[in-house]
């Protein structure tokens, strides 16, 4: 017959191993959106960390998601920097979302180059957030960004093709963003479980 144990007896005689506590959550800055908050595992953006966005396609408003950031930064005369963006910014829009363009640098660059520009200002220690388009980043390309967000306490955020989702990655925060139905989808996090459900766009998107 199988002798049953208790539990306090095998615990005590160290024959279970007990793992460790977590004793602190991971730094996060507001995004600036209580609901976006309240649905991030974490209540925010990763501090010295990449968030990796997985877009089904541009244009779909996923600057919406860093706007109230991006706006916060700026306006404390922080430097945020954009590496290869896939359409030109529009002014008009950025002002209206309350970013200081003053403290608003782009980078034009291609391939390997925008991703050197992108580690470059990741690592500097002179940028509060970078904003990267790679077209074509791997895993090792991905670690290098998350390594050098460390190194120089950056916000990073880096926009890929929903079709990336199944690829690994090592940044901190993972999110597709889809558009049919229009949604938000934490699929990694560190340090937390992802949410089941999805955040529809309506509460997260700017009028």
Known sequence: MTAVVALDSLLDTRRVWRGQAI???????????????????????????????????TGIGELNLLWPTLARLTTAGERVVLVTPPHRPYPQAWLAAGVDLQWLTIIQAK??????????CLRS?????????????????????????????????????????????????????????????????RGGLAPGQALPASAWQQA
């Open 23 to 57: 004793t602190s959550r991971t730094a996060v800055q507001p995004t600036g959106n209580a609901t976006l908050d309240e649905f991030l595992p974490g209540g925010g953006w990763p501090e010295s960390a990449i968030s990796e966005f997985l877009v089904a396609a």
């Open 111 to 120: 391939g390997r180059d925008a991703l050197w520009a992108a580690e470059q």
């Open 125 to 189: 220690g002179s940028c509060a957030a970078v904003l990267c388009w790679p077209q074509q980043a791997d895993d090792r390309a991905l670690r290098r960004l998350q390594i050098a967000a460390e190194s120089g306490q950056t916000l990073g955020f880096v926009y890929r093709s929903l079709h990336e989702a199944n690829n690994p990655s090592p940044a901190a925060l993972r999110l597709t963003i889809e558009a049919q139905p229009a949604q938000l989808r934490v699929i990694k996090c």
